[in-house]
């Protein structure tokens, strides 16, 4: 059940926005445990000024560009640190090919948290009440 907020500059057609929606479900699916169509996504379209990101800082395959994306995923578990790292890969493989993304314009950042700490609507809590 994973959140992804996707931070990303402004302008970029709406089938740009459904290529990285579409390789990130897919390398979310191969390669991080999450079940087919488990899917909750927000792209967050920064203007000019919005988006500010050091080109430089460990980028050790050359600088980012304009086309530097954030990925910000809230998984509801922790996962590996082999799942992470295969997750990584996979999806910096597959936004290389759909939309054309270069991997050095890629930066996630994973947060776990509870079940407690989610709601899938109707005000009740995804962790079950325990009887007493």
Known sequence: MPYVRIALAAGKPES????????LQQALEESF????GDCFQVFQQCGAGELVFDREYLATAGARS?????????AGRARSTACKRAFFARLAERLEVSP???Q???????????????SFGNGK????????
């Open 16 to 23: 740009w926005l459904k290529a990285i929606s579409h390789s």
């Open 33 to 36: 445990e999450v079940p087919a």
């Open 66 to 74: 304009a086309d530097f994306t954030l990925f910000h995923i809230t």
């Open 100 to 102: 054309g993304l270069r």
């Open 104 to 118: 050095q314009d890629i930066m996630v950042v994973i947060t776990t948290t509870g079940l407690e700490d989610w």
């Open 125 to 132: 809590s995804a962790l079950p009440e325990c009887d007493s």
